[in-house]
């Protein structure tokens, strides 16, 4: 079965700095890769996504993630924190030959410091 | 454009009791899924409907929750009885397939969180 790995359960990043996620997932088809931002209280929200082509992609509010099928990984990155980016991230993976389902990590739950 | 609606946004019952979460979705997604998120875990999908029809229940506790979208536009999940665990957000989301490849981008609503006691 198709499998997402968010190995970090919390980071805790200053404002300003950089922050990155990282996502592995284990399936040996190349999927379609998401990441979603969901704030408190607050549905999930798409940040961006991968389908083909470039393997870095760029996403709303400055997120930017690179697929990199060697490692199987899609990780998540932003050069510079806002306070309003503490929420927690989750990454997903949906893959056509295993019906389309969308399966999710476990989340990464992002605090900001001042 | 009005986003996936769902109701009520928190409900709290004592376990063996019912209890039903409607949604309504974006205006012409075929697609209709619930989701079950538990605190600390990622969204893990319950149900998923294609126009009014069962995609996959696969992961559906079917002894307890059911599900329907009768009209294939709102849909309605139903749990009885709740046990404990079922203390989650219920989760609904919508998406319009582009063309075989079905990879149309999943819109979710806020929730309706669950707290069984």
């Known amino acids: 079965a198709q499998s997402v790995t968010q190995p970090d359960i919390h980071i805790t990043v200053s404002e300003g700095a950089s922050l990155e996620l990282r996502c592995n997932y284990s399936?040996?088809?190349?999927?379609?890769l998401f990441w979603y931002v969901q704030s408190p209280g607050q549905g999930l929200q798409l940040l961006l996504k991968?389908?083909?082509?470039?393997?870095l992609v760029q996403g709303i509010k400055g997120f930017e993630a690179e697929f990199k099928r060697s490692q199987s990984s899609f990780n998540l990155r932003k050069p510079s924190v806002h306070w309003s980016d503490a929420a927690e991230y989750f990454c997903?993976?949906?893959?056509?030959?295993?019906?389309?389902?969308?399966?999710f990590g476990g989340g990464t739950r992002v605090l900001v410091k001042p | 454009e009005a986003g996936v609606a769902q109701s009520p946004r928190y409900k709290i019952i004592e376990k063996r009791q019912s209890v039903a979460f409607w949604c309504n979705p974006i205006?012409?997604?075929?697609?209709l899924y619930w989701y079950q998120q538990i605190l600390g875990q990622g969204p893990k999908l319950l149900i998923q409907?294609?126009?009014?029809?069962?995609?996959?229940d696969s992961q559906l506790p079917k002894d307890r929750f059911s599900a329907e979208r009768l009209k294939g536009v709102d849909s309605t999940l139903k749990i009885q009885p709740a046990k404990l665990e079922d203390s989650a957000v219920y989760l609904c989301?919508?998406?319009?397939?582009?063309?075989?490849?079905?990879?149309?981008?999943?819109?979710f609503g806020e929730g309706s969180r669950l707290t069984v006691l």
């Open positions: 997903a993976v949906r893959i056509k030959a295993a019906g389309n389902k969308l399966t």
């Open positions: 399936y040996g088809a190349t999927p379609y």
């Open positions: 991968y389908f083909s082509g470039d393997t």
């Open positions: 409907f294609q126009n009014n029809g069962v995609v996959d």
């Open positions: 205006s012409g997604h075929a697609t």
């Open positions: 989301a919508s998406s319009f397939p582009r063309g075989q490849a079905n990879t149309g981008e999943l819109f």
